[in-house]
Nanobody, 121 residues
């Protein structure tokens, strides 16, 4: 059973920063790549960033490159997303999930409640 709890969202002005955190209650956290996804109002959930098992390799969508940084702590079973220079288009509910490349890992369905990020222009 996987339990994910996302936190750290909020309301910020454009140009501001937030740090999201995901606490994962799951066996063998370190055996999975992890990622962040977001869902804007009226849109489908999309991939944002991912980090591999070692923490040394990362993937980002083009629109967040240079602004967002994903990291993981295998001792604390957490994955974080540092978001700088936020833009209104970054608004949405952010979720973490185990990943395979830029996709959710096959068979995963235990989404957390997500954390709301709202960027005011």
């Amino acid at each position: 059973q996987v339990q994910l709890v996302e936190s750290g969202g909020g309301l910020v002005e454009a140009g501001g920063s937030l740090r999201l955190s995901c606490a994962a209650s799951v066996r063998a956290f370190g055996a999975f790549a992890w990622g962040w996804f977001r869902q804007a109002p009226g849109k489908e959930r999309e991939f944002v960033a991912a980090i591999d098992l070692s923490g040394r390799n990362t993937l980002y969508i083009d629109s967040v490159k240079g602004r967002f940084t994903i990291s993981r702590d295998n001792l604390r079973n957490t994955v974080s997303l540092r978001m700088n220079n936020l833009k209104p288009d970054d608004t949405g509910v952010y979720y973490c999930a185990p990943t395979s490349g830029r996709a959710v890992r096959d068979g995963f369905a235990s989404w957390g409640q997500g954390t709301q990020v709202t960027v005011a222009s």
